[in-house]
C-alpha cells in the first residue's frame, strides 16, 4: 500500500506492557513506520524493564507520556476484567489529547464503552484502530482475492471452529476474575472469529446462541460459560455458524481455527488461522462429480504455523493506513469493526439468557464519510 517515503516514521507510545504489550512494542521497534518512543505500566518494574528492552523512556502513567513525548499513535494493550476492562481510560485519554489509537481487542468488556470509544474517536476525528489480528494473515488475503475476482460467487454460508487445545486431563481452574466470569470467552475471544465472519460475509443481522460449562469444569467451581454454539444471519442472506470452547476438547482436523466459507461458484477454506487456505472451484457445466469428489483444489501453504506472525502484519497495517492518512472509515480494522464483534456477542449473551431465542444486534453507527476529504 502506498506511503510516502519521505514521511517520518509515526511517533509511537505502548500503554500496558505485559506479554501482549511487548509483542507490540517489538513489532514497533521492528516497523520503519513507527518510532517506538516511550512505553508505560502503572507497575513501575513492568515500566521500567521494557523501557531497558526498548532503549526509550518508560512512564507509570499515560498522562505523563502524554506530557512528555509528541506522539502519533497511542497503542492500548492493558488487560483487565474479562480481559478488556483496561482499555476505556487509556483510550479515551489518548483520544481526548488529539491521538490515534490502536486499541488490543476486545475494544472493551462493556459494550456501552465501546459505543462510546468510537462515537468519541469520530467526534474527534481521529483513526481508533483495534488488534483484529486474526485476518491480516496471506491466506485471508488471498481468500479474498478470490471473492473479489467472483470466484466464489453468492455467498451460501460460513462455518468456523475454534478452540485451545485441552481436554479434561490438562484443565487447570483459573480463578482470576480475568477468566471466572461467565462470559470472559464470549466477550474476550470471540472477538476475534466474528471479526473473520464479517470480514468475509459482512454485517450481521441476527444471532441464536447456546452456551455451556463442562462438568469437568463446572465441578471445581469454574463459571466460565467455555464452550459456545452461535448461529447467524447475514445481512447479505448468507447463514454461518460457529463453534468454540476454551482448551475443553483436543483440536479436531484444521488447527486451532479453521473456516470453511462456500460460494456459489467456489469454497475456501482456511485452516490453522495462517497456515494453509484450500479452493475448490465449482464444478462447470457439463463437468459431473460422484459424491465425495470435486474439481481439483487449488492450495496455498503459506509455511507459517505461528499465530504470532499475525501481530506485526496487523500493526503495519494501522501504520500503513495513519501514514497514508486514509479516510477515517476505510481504516482497516477498526474500531467500528470491533463494535461490531462486540453488537454480535452482546446479542448471543441475551440470546442464551433467553434460553436460544433470536436476536438482533444493534445497528453500528452509520458510515457518513468526509466530504473535505473524500470526492464521491
Ligand atoms: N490480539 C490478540 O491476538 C491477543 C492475544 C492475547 C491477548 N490479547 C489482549 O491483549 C491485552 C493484554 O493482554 P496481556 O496478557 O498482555 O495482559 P496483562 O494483564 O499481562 O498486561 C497488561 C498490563 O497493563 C498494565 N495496565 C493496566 N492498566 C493500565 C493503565 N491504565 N496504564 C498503564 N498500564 C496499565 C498492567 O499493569 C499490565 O502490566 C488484553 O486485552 C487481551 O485481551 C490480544
Redesign the pocket.
Known sequence: MRVDTDNKPLRVGV????????THAKALKADPLALLCGV????KE?ADQAARDYGVKGY???SEMLRDLDLDVVDV????YE??S??F??TMEALAAGKHVLC???LSSDIREAREMVRFAAEKQRYLGC????YFTPTAERARQYMSDGAVGELIYILFKMGFQGGEATYAFNPSP?FNQPYAHLK?FLT?PFSVMRYFCGDITHVQAFCRTPGFRANKGDLLLSVNSVHVRFSNGAIGYLISHRGDAVWGLGGWWSCEVAGSRGTFCIENCIERLTFWPAPKPGEKYGLGESPKPEVLETGIRE?GA??PRRIHAFLEDVSNGVPLEHLRASGRDALATLEVIQAAVESYEAGGQLVRPVPLPPLKGDPLRERI
Open positions: 500503554v500496558g506492557m505485559g506479554g501482549i504489550g511487548n508505560c505500566d502503572v507497575v513492568k507509570y502513567r499515560l494493550t492493558t488487560g483487565g480481559n478488556g483496561w482499555h481510560e487509556p488490543e481487542k476486545p488488534n483484529l489480528n486474526h480475568r474476550a476475534h499465530f499475525t501481530f
